[in-house]
């Protein structure tokens, strides 16, 4: 697996007009599944996505994780989320010619599970970690603030 991390006032992904996932604060992830990721790998994943510390604290240093991070926090802010999109694209290779490869990437069915995993993972952990997973595909639109 691959993932890419921003953090983000807002983030949303449209596909054909319909938005498919959308959240305010909190960390947009892009992730790339590889054939033969396991469900263990999104868990340990999520597991760190989550602990990651990525967010203020009081004295405005990055200090607080995904759990830490929100309504449970002293200074009442409202509680980061994690918008989880598939993005296969992550896994390109460039080794050969000008045209990519995404022979790497799972297919389409399978990283689906994996996406997917990891917010559900996240979403069984303390409730100031909430997860979000979008569908994506061809076409669709990605908007991160």
Partial sequence: MRAVLQRVSSARVTVAGETTGEIGPGLLV?????????????????GKLAALRLFEDAAGKMNRS???AG???S?????PTMLVVSQFTLLASTRQGARPSFSAAAPPDAAGVNVSTPSATVQVSPP???TRSARNAAGSRSNAR
């Fill in 30 to 46: 892009l992730l790339g599944v590889q054939a033969g990721d396991t469900e263990d790998d999104a868990r340990w994943l999520a």
């Fill in 66 to 68: 995904l759990l830490e």
């Fill in 71 to 73: 309504p449970a926090a």
């Fill in 75 to 79: 200074d009442g802010a409202p509680a």
């Fill in 128 to 130: 100031a970690a909430r």
